[in-house]
């Protein structure tokens, strides 16, 4: 159906979206008062969670939406459940729900200080004396000790199976709790572990003699190992052809082929530390105690950088929109323009996923809209806004000079894709976005 639209709010949203801020600028910055040194979380509605000082859920524009302060300074990253719930192991581990009001707080004796993971039944994972299972409600699930203590937040796969660093050790778990194996590194696991598609597991080795990737089969079986020249404190991430991206405290990020060998490096003149995201177009975002935040291209050329005011040490985060958000030891959240999306990789970003549940078939990518627009010809449009509009807000994109669009969106069931002209002419269907890519229909104006 076709109508002309010529209020007030959408033609501001029509020029406003039509001013694409250049790839790579800086949209704002928030000022926590305190170093950000962990990874922001993006809630289900969309807000952006960092810890700071105390906790801080902000609105996308960059204003304070709710604080939580757990009574000490936040120095790990929240994970957030399908319900909105949110989860944070500090010293203790608290639900607070997305409005940041506290649910419970289930305590630990020996300190907990990694992040959680979260299953699809909605069980907490998270490791300290013991792995502990904590159940939604805040009651325990199951407690497994072994000889050491945990030093990893646990990554959970498809089949349930939860790998976690203790020790010098890598351990498999069953959902309840059982060890399934063990296999020795030559040090200190530190980072989550990362599990790429044909069920390899990446992970990386720090403190003592530890400067090492390893890559292990499902099974335990040691595969390859690659040597860096510093500690490995960050995880691997996982470009769309499976190749393996990772920095070091020798201040190198390294590109590596699924079976250990070196693609390249990229030298930044400081301690990479942060877990590196990478976008659909193969472009890589990391920071570094140089004070930048860089994006690489896939070939290991510089593209651009950002200055900060600190190190940063933060992983970076995508939203949906296609913002990365990251913090620096200067006391911000920085909030970038990329002009692109995150990967569709097993593992493209830290914690797996934007909402960090350290789990791999969540619901960071429930849907790919792609769709054309078209004249009564069908000749290309290029420039027509479209909007997909849903109880839970809305994305935008723009037609490029072939007429398509494509964007994600992590609702699930009915939406309503509205397509603008310049005239501000409208025309509207009806889609349904479930897993996997959703094709929309040639859109006639």
């Not at 769309?240 to 405290?249: E, H, M």
């Not at 690489?296 to 995508?318: C, E, L, M, Y």
């Not at 509207?428 to 897993?435: H, K, L, P, R, T």
């Amino acid at each position: 159906m076709n109508t002309i639209c010529r209020s007030l709010p959408l033609l501001v949203l029509l020029l406003a979206f039509s001013a694409t801020a250049q790839e790579g600028s800086i949209k704002w910055t928030f000022d926590t008062g305190a170093p950000v040194y962990w990874s922001p979380t993006i809630g289900v509605d969309g807000s952006i969670h960092v810890g700071s000082d105390k906790l801080y859920a902000l609105t996308p524009q960059g204003k304070t939406a709710w604080q939580f302060a757990p009574g000490h300074p936040m120095t790990f990253s929240p994970a957030v459940s399908p319900q909105g719930n949110i989860y944070i192991g500090q010293s203790d581990v608290y639900a607070i729900t997305s409005t940041g009001t506290l649910q419970w707080i289930y305590h630990i004796a020996d300190s907990v200080h990694v992040e959680p993971a979260l299953a699809a039944d909605g069980t907490v994972y998270i490791g300290a004396d013991a792995l502990y299972a904590i159940n939604p409600n805040g009651t325990l699930k199951w407690r497994t000790a072994v000889n050491n203590r945990f030093n990893s937040a646990a990554t959970v796969a498809d089949d349930g199976t939860i790998y976690i660093g203790a020790g010098f050790n890598l351990f498999a778990f069953d959902a309840r709790g059982q060890e399934k194996w063990r296999t020795a590194v030559d040090s200190l696991i530190e980072a989550p572990p990362t599990i790429a598609a044909d069920g390899s597991i990446y992970v990386t080795t720090s403190i003592y003699q530890g400067r090492r990737i390893y890559a292990f089969h499902p099974s335990g079986q040691y595969l390859w190992h690659f040597n860096t020249k510093g500690w490995v404190t960050a995880a691997v991430s996982l470009g769309a052809d499976g190749t393996l991206y990772v920095g070091s405290w020798d201040g190198n990020l390294y590109a590596l082929n699924p079976d250990g060998s070196e693609r390249w490096r990229f030298q930044t003149a400081g301690k990479i530390m942060a877990t590196a995201a990478v976008d659909a177009n193969g472009t890589l975002y990391v920071g570094s105690a140089d004070t930048h935040l860089y994006a690489i291209n896939s070939d290991g050329s510089q593209r651009w950088r950002i200055k900060t005011g600190g190190a940063v040490h933060s992983s970076p985060t995508f939203d949906l929109a296609g913002n990365l958000y990251f913090g620096s030891a200067d006391g911000s959240l920085y909030a970038v323009q990329t002009n692109s999306y995150l990967a569709n990789t097993p593992s493209p970003m830290f914690r797996r996923n934007s909402k960090h549940t350290g789990r791999g078939s969540d619901f960071d990518n429930v849907g790919i809209v792609k769709g054309r627009v078209s004249n009564a010809a069908g000749e290309a449009l290029q420039w027509a806004l479209v909007i997909s509009h849903r109880p839970a807000g809305f994305n935008v994109a723009l037609s490029d000079s072939n007429g398509l669009f494509e964007f994600r969106d992590e609702y699930s069931g009915e939406t309503q894709i509205i397509v603008f002209k310049a005239d501000y002419t409208a025309v509207y269907q009806s889609v349904s976005i479930e897993a996997g890519t959703v094709s929309v229909s040639d859109i006639q104006m």
